[in-house]
């Protein structure tokens, strides 16, 4: 299942990646590339396979992730699944449509125990990298957006200190996207706060939130049977829960998903779900750039100033340098295939 999951993040990164000739040691290596619609057909049938595994088998042991529960492990993979098959929502629909029921159907995440964290420990050898960077380091240079924090108080959304730190002043401040360096002390600006940045905050792989979303925009396709609506407010109730602890409160949420720029409307649900689902990923930055990639939302602006001379925001990565020197033909065969290595080549499911 988390070979699957590794293998989904590298092909949302770089398109077509090595895979049915990867990982084969000393056997081959130079790998040739397979396409990335070929890599999620199997990963579909990776997960399936996978999950089914559990059922007759041996606990497993050692497992720091979900502490050897093959029904949460199940949960996981279905979900897996779910977030992957709305990835095809515009390339692929049939596809999306077929394997996203068919995970909902398998029994996915259904509450906010069954998110997938990566527990950190107070251990400088396992720890939060924020709290390396804050405290270890004493760099503190990992700061919130204004973009981010600026959107968060437009809607006076409760989640925001929960997210940040205020800086020096007491203040939430984002600082400048995309400017190098930003105006001012590193102290005027808020970095993230301790549910992030402790020593053991954990990372989230997988929420609750997250698998509402989708389902959300999935009834909203006509994919699977359900109200939008309800499913929309569902997700950010599970969001805010899932942040705000005791701190949440039923009228907090209410007064929240009534403001205009919240409140459910079908003419724009795509856009509103894709906005809510963007502030409750964060910190699951590679996951949140996927899903506005896909969906173009929320409505984002280029860096004035992008330090790798262009001029948009970047839609995949570019191979690692060593890819033109260790693996020079298969190199040269997928940038003819995939199209220019740069950070603007969409990849396969990335279609306007």
């Known amino acids: 299942i988390l070979k699957a999951y590794i293998y989904q993040f590298m092909t949302d990164r770089w398109g077509d990646i090595p895979y049915t000739q990867a990982l084969k040691g000393g056997q081959n290596f130079s790998p040739a590339f397979d396409k990335q619609q070929a890599i999620y057909t199997d990963l579909f049938k990776e997960w ?9 088998g041996a606990a497993v042991s050692g497992d720091i992730l979900l502490s050897s529960n093959a029904t949460r492990w199940k949960k996981f993979a279905a979900s897996l699944r779910l977030i992957a098959a709305l990835r095809l929502s515009k390339v692929d629909p049939a596809t999306g449509k077929a394997e996203f029921a068919a995970a909902l159907a398998d029994g996915v995440l259904a509450s906010n125990a069954d998110n997938v964290q990566y527990k950190f420990l ?14 270890r ?30 800086n020096l002043k007491g203040e939430i401040v984002g600082a400048p996207y995309g400017v190098f360096p930003a105006p001012g002390k590193a102290q005027d600006y808020s970095l993230a706060g301790s549910a992030i ?17 989708a389902q ?12 939008a609506k309800t499913l929309y407010e569902s ?30 409307t079908d003419a724009k649900a795509i ?14 930055g590679t996951e949140a750039w996927s899903e506005w990639r896909r969906t173009g939302y929320p409505t984002l602006k280029p860096s ?22 260790l693996n020079a033909a298969n190199y040269a065969a997928v940038t003819a295939s995939q199209g220019k290595d740069d950070q603007y080549t969409r990849v396969w499911w990335d279609k306007k």
């Open 304 to 325: 004035p100033s992008p330090l790798n001379g262009g001029t948009d925001i970047p839609r995949r990565l570019a191979y690692p340098v060593t890819e033109t020197t």
């Open 122 to 135: 107070a251990d400088a050898n396992n720890e939060n990298p924020l709290y390396a960077n804050y405290v």
């Open 197 to 213: 940045s402790a020593q053991t905050a954990p990372v989230n792989l997988m929420t609750y939130a997250q698998v509402l979303f």
């Open 235 to 264: 997700a950010i109730k599970a969001s805010m829960q899932q942040w705000l602890g005791s701190a949440f409160s039923d009228a907090t949420f209410a007064t929240y998903i009534a403001q205009p720029d919240v409140a459910y």
């Open 137 to 166: 380091s004493n760099r503190k240079d990992f700061a919130l957006s204004s973009t981010f924090v600026d959107y968060l108080k437009k809607l006076s959304d409760p989640r925001l200190p929960v997210y940040a730190a205020p």
């Open 271 to 284: 856009q509103l779900i894709s906005n809510q689902r963007w502030v409750a990923l964060f910190f699951q």
């Open 48 to 56: 399936k396979a996978a999950a089914a595994q559990f059922d007759g």
């Open 216 to 227: 959300a925009e999935a009834a909203k396709l006509g994919w699977i049977a359900g109200d």
